[in-house]
């Protein structure tokens, strides 16, 4: 009986040891990347050198598939990028992506506000839609073959602040994204810079269970952890309880995560 019970122990920890085998480290990219199903490509893994403002791209086996030089207005940075595709925007075989800029302006009573630009580009530095204003912008597929680009524009110039919504139709059909797999839209949160409050805007499914605001500092401690809805659209953050600086946010749903945005506290 002892034996028996001895040979079951050991197959039950040989079991466990198993299972947690079964995760482990296999790259390290020293920026943040995230995955994209391209057509007629495949998986690939993409992030932003903001150094160079450059698109790394890289093969499922992390090697160096493309560079994509991103050509920033005078006085902005990237703020995300999204919609990697090929066909998507365009017919043809080139990389395209949906690239958002924004430009800080400082005002006389130090509060400020960001300009946001939308474009959306190929590898080959060729814009083919610029949005002035554009903040952020989901696809969604309407009919059968038929799918239509939205673009939120917002103008934080003026309080309360101005939004209006452009809407495109576009060639392609999107494929699976991480944002559409997990069912999280993350939209730019407003005002930004905020003094006391800042309003983020999001999208969850109905589905979702269990949902959080997550806030980071620029280190990528965690520092504020909100629980939020799928019956409402955006959450109302007290800011006045952070120190001024630099911080991101992000969602995460039932296991999934979300890109991270930035917003600045004055």
Do not use: C
Request: glycine letters at 6%; hydrophobic letters at 35%.
């Amino acid at each position: 009986m002892k034996k028996y019970l001895l040979l079951t122990v050991i197959s039950l920890l040989l079991i466990q040891a198993k299972v947690i085998s079964q995760i482990s480290l296999i790259n390290t990219y020293d920026i943040a990347v995230y995955i994209a199903d391209i057509e007629d490509v495949g998986y690939k893994y993409y992030g932003i050198d903001y150094s160079t403002n450059q698109v790394l791209m890289y093969n499922t086996d992390h090697t160096l598939w493309k560079t994509i030089n991103i050509a920033t207005p005078e006085n902005s940075t990237i703020d995300e990028i999204a919609y990697v595709s090929s066909r998507l925007f365009n017919s043809d075989n080139n990389i395209e992506l949906l690239v958002v800029f924004n430009e800080y302006i400082e005002t006389s009573d130090t509060s400020g506000y960001f300009i946001y630009t939308t474009k959306i580009v190929n590898e080959n530095g060729v814009t083919f839609l610029d949005v002035p204003g554009g903040g952020y912008s989901a696809v969604y597929e309407i009919g059968k073959d038929i799918a239509n680009l939205l673009v939120y524009v917002y103008d934080f110039s003026v309080s309360p602040f101005e939004v209006s919504t452009n809407i495109y139709s576009i060639p392609g059909l999107p494929t699976s994204t991480n944002e559409e797999t997990s069912g999280i839209m993350l939209e730019n949160a407003f005002p930004n810079p905020a003094k006391s409050y800042i309003t983020i805007p999001y999208k969850l499914e109905n589905k979702t269970t269990n949902a959080s605001i997550v806030i980071y500092n620029e280190l990528g401690s965690e520092v504020y952890k909100g629980t939020i809805s799928p019956n409402s659209n955006n959450y109302r953050l007290n800011t006045s309880v952070f120190s001024k600086g630099v911080y991101f946010y992000s969602i995460i749903a039932d296991g999934y995560a979300s890109h991270s945005k930035k917003m600045i506290v004055q």
